[in-house]
T-cell receptor
Framework: GAVVSQHPSRVICKSGTSVKIECRSL??????MFWYRQFPKQSLMLMAT?????????EQGVEKDKFLINHASLTLSTLTVTSAHPEDSSFYIC????????????FGEGSWLTVV | AQKVTQAQTEISVVEKEDVTLDCVYE???????LFWYKQPPSGELVFLIR??????QNEISGRYSWNFQKSTSSFNFTITASQVVDSAVYFC????????????FGQGTTLQVKP
């Protein structure tokens, strides 16, 4: 079946540095991918919608200059957390939409980010 | 406005008990999709079921069953004869047809099944 792969699964970075997380659809093309963030013991909150070949659409309250999203190909979207701070430590998970409708969604494995 | 409410924050049962996780949703769309996911401590989301708004048939898959009632905007999930391996956080989610795949998640219910 369809698979979405996320990398890295765990990353530790120093405050002030940037870290990139990749979301890759392995056996289908995804014109649209989504990035979610989950703080400990909380729910998943949509951060942004990543559109292939165009700018990402950010949810209210999400800093687009801090969370850079690039969807340069039909199988890859990247999320870069710039100038990371400890409060950015979280679980980040992506999903990819297969096809034009919104009912076939596949999630990546997620990435644990710890900023020290 | 779209919203998903899982009123049960934590549930603890003893193995072999049946347990029902509640999910209530709000949407103005007539076409939408409802999901249940299981999230073990490792973090990945394990897909359990997707149901579209036009299909109110209840579904059973092994020890899992789902009760979808549009009249009460509920999509409840029952685990029969629970097992320790069922311990996880369970999320109910809503996707409206016009939102292209964006999911709105409930707050999640932590299920602990004790041996």
């Amino acid at each position: 079946g369809a698979v979405v792969s996320q990398h890295p699964s765990r990353v530790i970075c120093k405050s002030g540095t940037s870290v990139k997380i990749e979301c890759r659809s392995l056996d289908f093309q995804a014109t649209t991918m989504f990035w979610y963030r989950q703080f400990p013991k909380q729910s998943l909150m949509l951060m942004a919608t990543s559109n292939e070949g165009s700018k990402a659409t950010y949810e209210q309250g999400v800093e687009k200059d801090k969370f850079l999203i690039n969807h340069a190909s039909l199988t890859l979207s990247t999320l870069t957390v710039t100038s990371a701070h400890p409060e950015d430590s979280s679980f980040y998970i992506c999903s990819a939409r297969q096809g034009p409708s919104g009912n076939t969604i596949y999630f990546g494995e997620g990435s644990w980010l710890t900023v020290v | 406005a779209q919203k998903v409410t899982q009123a049960q924050t934590e549930i603890s049962v003893v193995e072999k008990e049946d347990v029902t996780l509640d999910c209530v949703y709000e949407t103005r769309d007539t076409t939408y999709y409802l999901f249940w996911y299981k999230q073990p401590p490792s973090g990945e989301l394990v897909f359990l079921i997707r149901r579209n708004s036009f299909d109110e048939q209840n579904e059973i898959s092994g020890r899992y069953s789902w009760n979808f009632q549009k009249s009460t905007s509920s999509f409840n999930f029952t685990i029969t004869a629970s097992q320790v391996v069922d311990s996880a956080v369970y999320f109910c989610a809503l996707s409206e047809a016009g939102r292209g795949g964006k999911l709105i998640f409930g707050q999640g219910t932590t299920l602990q099944v004790k041996p």
